[in-house]
Nanobody, 125 residues
């Protein structure tokens, strides 16, 4: 079972930037990778995904143009560059792996068996 370790969160002012990292315990080259987030009192939601070869990406509407997902398979790591952060981006961010890019985007987050500890992002106004 793949283990995922997220890092890079912190406290930032609105308009600022953060780069999150997710290190996997296995080779990720054949997996689509994604980021999800969960704000207090809300359900976990999809944020962004990148397909196995890094060519295709998909974002939820609220982060389009501000967030960029990328991957470095040699490091078994996926990143989320977050710019122009807003208070509503505050949440715990998690990454996930799936063998199918489309399902990573559409499957309900509760369907995944295991998650990492996440990394907390707090955006102050």
């Amino acid at each position: 079972q793949v283990q995922l370790v997220e890092s890079g969160g912190g406290l930032v002012q609105a308009g600022g930037s953060l780069r999150l990292s997710c290190a996997a315990s296995i080779a990720i080259s054949s997996y689509a990778m994604g980021w999800f987030r969960q704000a207090p009192g809300k359900e976990r939601e999809f944020v962004a995904a990148i397909n196995w070869n890094g060519v295709g990406t998909f974002y939820t509407d609220s982060v389009k143009g501000r967030f960029t997902i990328s991957r470095v398979d040699a490091k078994n790591t996926v990143y989320l560059q977050m710019n122009s952060l807003k208070p509503e981006d505050s949440a715990v961010y998690y990454c996930q792996a799936h063998g199918n890019f489309g399902k990573l985007i559409t499957v309900a987050p509760r369907a995944f068996d295991a998650w990492g500890q996440g990394t907390l992002v707090t955006v102050s106004s």
